[in-house]
Antibody
């Protein structure tokens, strides 16, 4: 049974870089049947797709974040990661990692989410 | 970008009643590439419906989805206590993938 778990710092200073890994357990991140996703949710607000990475290495990002975001895979640790540079208070949110089946673009497995606060 | 508008913002109902949630798209969504999620407070979203009308694995049959083009509906036939939550629609027809603003189903 595939499971996802986010980790990382709960507090990041403005203008710094937010880095979050998502550990995949119960299966291999190299499994071509899945793709990997980041979604965020500001406190009390709705969901925002950040970006996706596919088995072939192709990545797709939300244009609203495109110039600041990178999603990558670390096969040695069975993780995929989010990097968001030059953060501001508007980036304060619960960050979820998620996955979906290849050939789809909805998300059928989610991590529990981790709150990241941007504050000095 | 496809904008999804969900209505109503809040639905106040009693257990056993029927809930009808609406999701309207700013442009036609081809091949019914629309999903619905349930989110309870402090939890991650859970996939309920994909392809506008297909229930995800393990989802009870009191949940049903319908619609096409720009108008989609999630129906909960008889509300159970565990169904009181937030519900979001998501389109995956075009990038960027977008979510609606959500409908809160609360106990009346």
């Amino acid at each position: 049974q595939l499971q996802l778990q986010e980790s990382g710092p709960g507090l990041v200073k403005p203008s710094e870089t937010l880095s979050l890994p998502c550990t995949v357990s119960g299966g291999s991140i190299r499994n071509s049947n899945y793709y990997w996703v980041w979604v965020r949710q500001p406190p009390g607000k709705g969901l925002e797709w950040i970006g996706s990475i596919y088995y072939d290495g192709n990545t797709y990002y939300n244009p609203s974040l495109n110039s600041r975001v990178t999603v990558s895979v670390d096969t040695s640790n069975n993780q995929f990661s989010l990097k968001l540079i030059s953060v501001t208070a508007a980036d304060t949110a619960v960050y979820f990692c998620a996955s979906g089946q290849q050939g789809t673009a909805y998300f059928d497995l989610w991590g529990q989410g981790t709150l990241v606060t941007v504050s000095s | 970008e496809i904008v999804l508008t969900q209505s109503p913002g809040t639905l106040s109902l009693s257990p056993g009643e029927r809930a009808i949630l609406s999701c309207r798209a700013s442009q036609s969504i081809s091949s019914s590439y629309l999903a619905w999620y349930q989110q309870k407070r402090g939890q991650a979203p859970r996939l309920l419906i994909y392809g506008a009308s297909y229930r995800a694995t393990g989802i009870p049959d009191r949940f049903s989805g319908s619609g096409s083009g720009t108008d989609f509906t999630l129906t909960i036939s008889r509300l159970e206590p565990e169904d009181f939550a937030m519900y979001y629609c998501q389109q995956y027809d075009s990038s960027p993938l977008t979510f609606g603003g959500g409908t809160k189903v609360e106990i009346k």
